[in-house]
């Protein structure tokens, strides 16, 4: 199992939901973690056998950052979501977003006044990161695979899968993909 990393991507953006936010912008830092494997990039030394391309990912992140949102959990949804529609063979994803010294609006309370006084609320920094886990076993063979889970699945690629027989595993196996092989035995 291989980890590749992007650490410390470093952006000016406009997420938040105070006016200062959105108009001065703020400093963030992005960090993303991706498990893969690494095998067949690092026999052929070739960039395009790598299943994950950290420019991309940079650009994926840049992408997104670029796009204000009010909520920092919304960036790292959407940033894990272009995550797994561009790379297909991700094991695990883990996405942090890091807003430095973000503005804090408290107000005091009567108790609070007086000898206490915060410095200025500054805080070094507010994050939020979410992580996913794609490696599944087959509902119906019991070897392991990689589902997605959602519409950026692999398997919905595969059209010529008969609507009904589409129900009727649905209705047997669930919501988890079957993988390949045994979808190949219900396909054409
Ligand atoms: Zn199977
Ligand atoms: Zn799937």
């Not at 920094?125 to 692999?154: E, G, H, I, M």
Request: charged share 20%.
């Amino acid at each position: 199992m291989a980890l590749i990393v992007l650490e410390g991507m470093r952006f000016h953006a406009f997420h938040g939901v105070h006016p200062e936010e959105q108009v001065l912008g703020g400093e963030y830092v992005v960090n993303v973690e991706i498990q893969t494997g690494i095998a067949a990039a690092a026999k052929t030394d070739d960039i395009a056998s790598t299943p994950v391309n950290y420019e991309t990912v940079f650009q994926i992140c840049m992408a997104e950052m670029a796009e204000p949102k009010k909520l920092l959990e919304t960036v790292v949804t959407n940033i894990i979501h272009r995550l797994k529609r561009q790379f297909s063979q991700m094991k695990s994803v883990k996405v942090q977003v890091r807003k430095l010294y973000p503005p804090i609006h408290a107000k005091m309370g009567p108790l609070q006044q007086g000898r206490f006084q915060p410095i200025s609320g500054r805080v070094e920094a507010a994050w939020v990161q979410d992580d996913a886990s794609f490696v599944s076993n087959c509902p119906r063979c019991k070897a392991s695979f990689l589902c997605y889970t959602d519409d950026t699945c692999w398997c919905k690629e595969i059209q010529n899968i008969h609507p009904a027989t589409q129900e009727t595993l649905k209705r047997q196996f669930g919501s988890t993909c079957l993988c390949q092989n045994c979808l190949k035995l219900y396909a054409g």
